[in-house]
C-alpha cells in the first residue's frame, strides 16, 4: 500500500516534542513500508539547519503563510499519485493544517485514506472563542478523515467525542537504544565541559528539559522548595536545559532573577541550546532527579520529556497533568506532585535524596516500562498490526 506522510519540521535541530515524535514515527515507518512510504515536509525556517537533514524527505520551502503553505504540501502529494491508484493511497497529515490539506484532498483526491496525526490538542485552555473555533475545526476534520491517530489515551476519547471514526494510540516512539541509562559523572562532566556549566557532581542534582513558562515551569515554587531542601543540609543543584527559541531566552532572564533574589543562583544552572540525542542522554544521565512540574497542557501527550528520562532510568517528579498518570504509577515507576507547595514540593524531593535504593528501584521500573512499551520496535509491530493484520 502506497502511503505518504505531509509533515512540518522534519529536520534538525528536534527541539520540539512533535518533532520528535514524528521523526521517530517516520522511521518506524519506512521499516515497516519501505520504498512504499513518502515523506513530504514543509521546512520550519525558525530552527532549519540545511546540513543536517534527511535525504529520504522532500521538503517544500515556505511562504509567509501557514494554510498556503499546507496546501502546497498537499497539492505536491497530488502530483505524484496515479489516480488509478488514489483508492489504495493512505496519506498521514502531521504538524500543517489538518483542515486546509485535507479540504483539497478529499475535494481532488476522491478516495485517498485521510489520517491526521494528534500529539496535543490545545483547546482545553484556549480563550472560549478561540476554543469555539478549534472544536468546529475538529468537527470538520472528522468529515473529512478516514480515521486518526494519537499518541494519547486522552485524545483518542476526546477525537471520538467530535466525531472521529476510527481513532487509533499509538505509543510515542521512543529510541530506549539512544536513550539509555548512563553514568550520572560522565553526563555532569559532559554538561560542564560542552555547555561551560559548572555543576557538582557529588550534589543532589535536579535537571529539567524542555521550553520554559509560567505555566510549564512555575519556578517559584521549585526554586523556594529547593532553598528549603539546602536547609535540610542537603547539596543540591538545579539544572535547567531548554531549546534555543527567543521566549525560553527571555523567561530564563527571568528565572536566574529569582534566584538571584532568593540568594541561591550559585546553584542554579540554566542553559538556552538545543541538544543532540547523545547530549540529551548525557543531560538525563546528569540527574537524580528528573523534574516535569507542568500545571496544565502544555506539551505533547504523554510529555516526551518524561518518557525519555524514563528510559534513561531516571526517577521522574511530574505533575498529574494530560496522560502523564497513566504512565506513571505512584511510588512503582516514578512520582507524582501537583506542584503548588513549595514545602510539599520539598518532602518529596527530600524524601527521594534520602534514599538512593529507592531511587534506583523506581529507575528501572521506568525503564522497564519503556523498553516494554514505547520502544520503537513495540510501535513498529503497532504499525504493523494496524496496516497489515498482523504483526
Known amino acids: 500500500m502506497e502511503t505518504y506522510i505531509l509533515a512540518k519540521g522534519l529536520h534538525a535541530p528536534y527541539n520540539l516534542g512533535e518533532a520528535v515524535i514524528l521523526r521517530n514515527l517516520v522511521r518506524v515507518m519506512f521499516e515497516v513500508y519501505g520504498d512504499q512510504l513518502k515523506v513530504i515536509s514543509l521546512v520550519d525556517h525558525s530552527r532549519y539547519q540545511r546540513s543536517v537533514t534527511d535525504p ?85 476534520q472528522s468529515r473529512l478523515a478516514s480515521g486518526a491517530i494519537t499518541t494519547s489515551p486522552a485524545i483518542a476519547s476526546a477525537l471520538k467525542s467530535f466525531g472521529f471514526g476510527q481513532v487509533h494510540h499509538i505509543p510515542p516512539p521512543t529510541d530506549v537504544e539512544a536513550l539509555r541509562p548512563g553514568d550520572k559523572r560522565l553526563g555532569v562532566k559532559r554538561l560542564n565541559r560542552d555547555l561551560q556549566l559548572s555543576i557538582n557532581v557529588d550534589s543532589f542534582v535536579m535537571v529539567y528539559l524542555g521550553h520554559i513558562n509560567p505555566l510549564r515551569f512555575p519556578y517559584e515554587v521549585l526554586l523556594r522548595a529547593a532553598r528549603m531542601l539546602g536547609s535540610k543540609g542537603v547539596p543540591w543543584e538545579f539544572v535547567v536545559l531548554t531549546p534555543s527559541f527567543r521566549r525560553n531566552a527571555l523567561f530564563a532572564k527571568e528565572v536566574l532573577e529569582s534566584a538571584k533574589n532568593l540568594r541561591v543562583s550559585d546553584r542554579v544552572h540554566i542553559a538556552v541550546v538545543d541538544l543532540a540525542e547523545d547530549a540529551k542522554a548525557a543531560a538525563y544521565n546528569a540527574g537524580d532527579l528528573v523534574l516535569f512540574p507542568s500545571h496544565g497542557p502544555t506539551a505533547v501527550d504523554p510529555p516526551l520529556t518524561v518518557l525519555e528520562a524514563m528510559a534513561c532510568g531516571r526517577v521522574v517528579l511530574a505533575s498529574p497533568v494530560q496522560s502523564v498518570p497513566l504512565v506513571i504509577t505512584q511510588n512503582e515507576n516514578g512520582l507524582l506532585a501537583d506542584f503548588r507547595s513549595p514545602k510539599e514540593t520539598c518532602e518529596l524531593m527530600y524524601s527521594l535524596y534520602r534514599d538512593e535504593e529507592r531511587r534506583g528501584r523506581i529507575g528501572a521500573k521506568a525503564r522497564s516500562l519503556m523498553v516494554d512499551q514505547y520502544s520503537m520496535d513495540k510501535v513498529k509491530e503497532k504499525i504493523c498490526t494496524l496496516a497489515f493484520g498482523n504483526s
Not at 496519506?91 to 476522491?110: D, E, F, K, N
Open 56 to 140: 529520504r524527505v522532500s521538503y517544500v520551502e515556505p511562504t509567509c503563510n501557514f494554510y498556503v503553505d499546507s496546501l502546497r504540501v498537499a497539492v505536491q502529494a497530488l502530483r505524484s499519485i496515479p489516480a488509478r491508484k488514489s483508492r489504495a493511497t493512505s496519506i498521514h497529515v502531521s504538524g500543517i493544517s489538518h483542515l486546509a490539506a485535507m479540504s483539497i484532498l478529499r475535494q481532488i483526491g476522491g478516495k485517498l485514506r485521510l489520517i491526521p496525526h494528534f500529539y496535543l490538542l490545545q483547546h482545553s485552555y484556549m480563550t472560549r472563542h478561540f476554543a469555539e473555533l478549534n472544536n468546529l475545526s475538529l468537527h470538520i
